[in-house]
């Protein structure tokens, strides 16, 4: 079963809105939420990051969430580092910082995402020469780890090895994909939901979800849509 729209995108345009703790609660959010709770991410740690701090985010645990989208912005996930940008930019979990937050923004926009490059953008007109001169130092830190030229190669390698785990027939022992969720059952060895979504459009199994080049440009199909994200408002009481 597959997993509907990213919640990335979903939440990029909350979290550039003071209207996003009530965003939060929404029946969409949550939904999403609980798809993600039943998506497979065996060998994906890009998407072990962003689903677990999309999940801390969401009950404002903001230490927590930063700290897996760290994991996940290791592995090449870009609505991970975007998150963290945004996180920066409204302080949360972090003080405040508009040099970071534009940094780790410039850094999720480096494959051209229209969402994340609007984003960046407005934040990059509100800093003054000063600042974006630290702002380019920071980003060449922080590529030199986190970038794709340093992170996609890693991310690749998880996933031939996930893939070199898969029985030949696939009619035996399946390597986990029945436990849920997989990062925490598939050690505990209690079974889990039988209820498997997976972001790849033909299924789990799918050379899109472990051919490294396949996954990164089914990754970018999904993550070129286009969501209009405004300036911070303030909240009206």
């Not at 009530?22 to 998506?39: A, H, P």
């Not at 990059?124 to 600042?131: I, V």
């Not at 992170?151 to 849920?180: I, W, Y």
Request: hydrophobic content about 40%; charged content about 25%.
């Amino acid at each position: 079963m597959r997993i509907g729209r990213p919640l990335a995108l979903l939440l990029l345009a909350l979290a550039a809105t003071a209207q996003a703790d009530d965003s939060m609660e929404s029946d969409r959010v949550k939904s999403t939420l609980r798809d993600m709770d039943k998506t497979s991410t065996w060998y994906h740690d890009d998407l072990f990051g962003e689903f677990a701090g999309f999940r801390y985010y969401a009950q404002k645990r903001y230490a927590e969430a930063l700290h897996y989208f760290e994991i996940g912005a290791y592995y090449a996930d870009k609505p991970s580092q975007i998150s963290i940008g945004l996180m920066y930019l409204k302080g949360e979990g972090v003080s405040a910082d508009a040099v970071q937050a534009l940094a780790w923004m410039d850094l999720a926009a480096e494959r051209g995402y229209p969402a994340y490059v609007a984003a960046r953008d407005r934040v990059a007109a509100t800093l003054s020469a000063e600042e974006l001169s630290r702002v380019a130092v920071l980003r060449e830190h922080l590529a030199s780890r986190y970038g794709d030229a340093a992170a996609k190669p890693r991310l690749a390698n998880e996933l031939r090895e996930g893939r070199r785990q898969m029985t030949g027939s696939r009619a035996g022992f399946d390597n986990g994909v029945r436990f849920l969720p997989l990062d925490v059952l598939a050690h505990s060895g209690q079974p889990g939901s039988m209820d498997v979504r997976t972001i790849c459009p033909q299924g789990f199994w799918d050379a899109q979800c472990w051919e490294p080049d396949q996954y990164f440009a089914m990754r970018d199909r999904q993550l070129n849509a286009t969501v209009e994200v405004g300036p911070p408002q303030e909240k009206q009481k």
